[in-house]
T-cell receptor
Framework: DAGITQSPRHKVTETGTPVTLRCHQTENHRYMYWYRQDPGHGLRLIHYSYGVKDTDKGEVSDGYSVSRSKTEDFLLTLESATSSQTSVYFC???????????FGPGTRLTVL | AQTVTQSQPEMSVQEAETVTLSCTYDTSESNYYLFWYKQPPSRQMILVIRQEAYKQQNATENRFSVNFQKAAKSFSLKISDSQLGDTAMYFCAFIFDQGAQKLVFGQGTRLTINP
């Protein structure tokens, strides 16, 4: 357990509504990541952060934005949710001095 | 582009058997890291084993071992004495861009261990 929580764990929303997912860590790790998991694609990187207010895009960043105003929280926002954003979203952290990433429990988002 | 390919969408074996999951990858990097993650029905992503590309020795973790063939860009996972608790999705993953360390995942292999 790397001290990572995600909220909410499940969410159902409607097309066009804004949605924010939260990733919280308890151990002050510098690097945090957001991935989405879809059948047939494995996990794909959306955005990542390498420090407070330092973020960058991943492979599938269109339609998503992120913010990191403090070390422990990394927020993923869907400004106007679409059905194609129905997915399971995972947050991950990279432990300093190691190359592994450790994952949160995931959030299942359904956009109707 | 960096890619990871798992060619076996599903596999099924009997308990106590040995099973090998295949993974190939494509990269122009010379130094990188490879991983196998397990995702049981609980959805939690669990790191099973890792391999540094600069190490010739294959990694081993208890019943889990890898066959790393750098020239062939192949990274297979062998599970010995399989157990019912090994039933899960297994993802092969590759880290490139040493600074940000963005993981690239394969499509996954669904492994079922039958009693």
């Amino acid at each position: 357990d790397a001290g990572i929580t995600q909220s909410p764990r499940h969410k159902v929303t409607e097309t066009g509504t804004p949605v924010t997912l939260r990733c919280h860590q308890t151990e002050n790790h510098r690097y945090m990541y957001w991935y989405r998991q879809d059948p047939g694609h494995g996990l794909r990187l959306i955005h990542y952060s390498y420090g407070v207010k330092d973020t960058d895009k991943g492979e599938v960043s269109d339609g998503y934005s992120v913010s990191r105003s403090k070390t422990e929280d990394f927020l993923l926002t869907l400004e106007s949710a679409t059905s194609s954003q129905t997915s399971v979203y995972f947050c991950a952290i990279r432990v300093q001095g190691y190359n592994e990433q450790f994952f949160g429990p995931g959030t299942r988002l359904t956009v109707l | 582009a960096q890619t990871v390919t798992q060619s076996q969408p599903e596999m099924s074996v009997q308990e106590a058997e040995t099973v090998t999951l295949s993974c190939t990858y494509d990269t122009s990097e010379s130094n990188y890291y490879l991983f196998w993650y397990k995702q049981p029905p609980s959805r939690q992503m669990i790191l099973v084993i890792r391999q540094e590309a600069y190490k010739q020795q294959n990694a081993t973790e208890n019943r889990f071992s890898v066959n790393f063939q750098k020239a062939a860009k192949s990274f297979s996972l062998k599970i010995s004495d399989s157990q019912l608790g090994d039933t899960a999705m297994y993802f092969c993953a590759f880290i490139f861009d040493q600074g940000a360390q963005k993981l690239v995942f394969g499509q996954g292999t669904r492994l079922t261990i039958n009693p």
